[in-house]
């Protein structure tokens, strides 16, 4: 079993659509949650992050983390074209950020 | 400012060659991660440098890889006798500090061995 769970996609919405995103994971230790999106041919680029559980908002995204189903969710307000990329989640633990255990990433796809 | 470059942007190789694929972080920047991201899979760690720290090396997968970072800037990661499945697309990142502090990908070097 995979540390960290994602849906590869695509994911197909209309201009204008929230947008949600998941991860589910297996290791409770995790306290730690990132959201990179990656354009094609891209580096990955830190999105957002939040510390243990909770809800994070910036701007058209939010970002929400339930530690006891072990599952996080990127929310996406009104979709752009622009926002068509691949979103990956990430975690790692409270006191070690040598690594960073990553989801395979979504494809979003937001149609004009 | 610049951002994290990494060369080349592409490299085909023939199995059993070597390679080396090179990382220029953000100045000042004491970390530095390598990963790995081969298709539909989502980054593997690889290897970590934090200052003049003993670099952490658990990720690697095998004995053909090994890295290195000269005076704390520059850093290559190689490659011996390639496989075919050591075809993907390799990742730098930089942080300032490491720990939380926000990590900055380059564009990947994009492997293949045929």
């Known amino acids: 079993q995979k540390e960290v769970e994602q849906d590869p996609g695509p994911l197909s919405v209309p201009e204008g659509a929230i947008v949600s995103l998941n991860c589910t994971y297996s290791?409770?230790?995790?306290?730690?949650f990132m959201w990179y999106r990656q354009y094609s041919r891209k580096g990955p680029e830190l999105l957002m992050y939040?510390?243990?559980?909770g809800n994070k908002e910036d701007g058209r995204f939010t970002a929400q983390v339930d530690k006891s189903s072990k599952y996080i969710s990127l929310f996406i307000r009104d979709s752009q074209p622009s926002d068509s990329a691949t979103y990956l989640c990430?975690?790692?633990?409270?006191?070690?950020?040598?690594?960073?255990?990553f989801g395979s990433g979504t494809k979003l796809n937001v149609k004009p | 400012g610049a951002g994290v470059s990494q060369s080349p942007s592409n490299k085909v190789t023939e199995k059993g060659k070597d390679v080396e694929l090179r990382c220029d972080p953000i100045?000042?920047?004491?970390?530095l991660y390598w990963y790995r991201q081969s298709l539909g899979q989502g980054l593997e760690f690889l290897i970590y440098?934090?200052?003049?720290?003993?670099?952490?090396k658990s990720g690697l997968p095998s004995d053909r890889f090994s890295a290195e970072r000269t005076g704390g800037s520059v850093s290559t990661l190689t490659i011996q006798r390639t496989q075919q499945e050591d075809s993907a697309v390799y990742l730098c990142?930089?942080?300032?500090?490491?720990?939380?502090?926000?990590?900055?990908f380059g564009p990947g070097t994009r492997l293949l061995v045929l």
């Open positions: 100045s000042g920047h004491t970390a």
């Open positions: 990430a975690m790692s633990f409270k006191d070690n950020f040598n690594k960073f255990y």
């Open positions: 990142a930089s942080s300032a500090l490491g720990g939380r502090e926000t990590q900055y």
């Open positions: 290791n409770s230790a995790f306290q730690y």
């Open positions: 939040t510390y243990s559980s």
């Open positions: 440098f934090q200052g003049n720290s003993a670099p952490d």
